[in-house]
């Protein structure tokens, strides 16, 4: 099975700033890696499709970036509302879906 | 617009069973693939069983292989998931999900969007 793995676990940061968070996967994926934004109590939604695509209605100070087994989401401008907590799943494995462990962002 | 909502959570014993109900609006339910994913308390995400837009074809995670089973009903727009034998580790939000077209690629598998969830507990 693929294993998905992220960096950091959990980082601080204030509005303004620039945050990146990687996904590493334990075998080439291509670029079948999809990120998704968490709020505490409240179902996952979909940012990224297929490492780069922006998912319609995303703000635009969201990116991905990535191919094989190296993977980044950068937020250029952390906005308040971008508090949360960020998964990201491959989709390179058409039988098994595998998510990361989740990249906790809160405010400094 | 695209709405997703379960239902059927609730408190059962070990070795107990449940059914999980997702009701789909404002799409063509028949022409996607559907998806149950989890998060027990505090956790991150896991990705349980998905089905074939046709209900042909089904996968599980191997955590619940053999105890879970999905199943969709496209005259009533309707998913499921049978929980059998139930364990304290089952204990979770289940998210219905919507999966990738039938007509797009095989790895186009992302989940988009989620239903609110419903939660299991599973306690003596």
């Known amino acids: 099975d693929i294993q998905m793995t992220q960096s950091p676990s959990s980082l601080s940061a204030s509005v303004g700033d620039r945050v990146t968070i990687t996904c590493r996967a334990s075998q080439s994926i291509s670029s079948y890696l999809n990120w998704y934004q968490q709020k505490p109590g409240k179902a996952p939604k979909l940012l990224i499709y297929?490492?780069?695509s922006l998912q319609s209605g995303v703000p635009s100070r969201f990116s991905g970036s990535g191919s094989g087994t190296d993977f980044t989401l950068t937020i250029s401008s952390l906005q308040p509302e971008d508090f949360a907590t960020y998964y990201c799943q491959q989709s390179y494995s058409t039988l098994i879906f595998t998510f990361g462990p989740g990249t906790k962002v809160d405010i400094k | 617009q695209v709405q997703l909502v379960e239902s059927g959570g609730g408190l059962v014993k070990p070795g107990g069973s449940l059914r999980l109900s997702c009701a789909a609006s404002g799409f063509t339910f028949s022409d996607y693939y559907m998806s149950w994913i989890r998060q027990a308390p505090g956790k991150g995400l896991e990705w349980v069983s998905y089905i074939s837009s046709s209900g042909s074809s089904m996968y599980y995670a191997d955590s619940v292989k053999g105890r879970f089973t999905i199943s969709r009903d496209n005259a009533k727009n309707s998913l499921y998931l049978q929980m059998n034998s139930l364990r304290a580790e089952d204990t979770a939000v289940y998210y219905c999900?919507?999966?990738?077209?039938?007509?797009?690629?095989?790895?186009?598998?992302?989940?988009?969007?989620w239903g609110q969830g419903t939660l299991v507990t599973v306690s003596a």
């Open positions: 297929a490492a780069s």
């Open positions: 999900a919507r999966g990738r077209y039938y007509g797009s690629g095989i790895h186009e598998n992302w989940f988009d969007p």
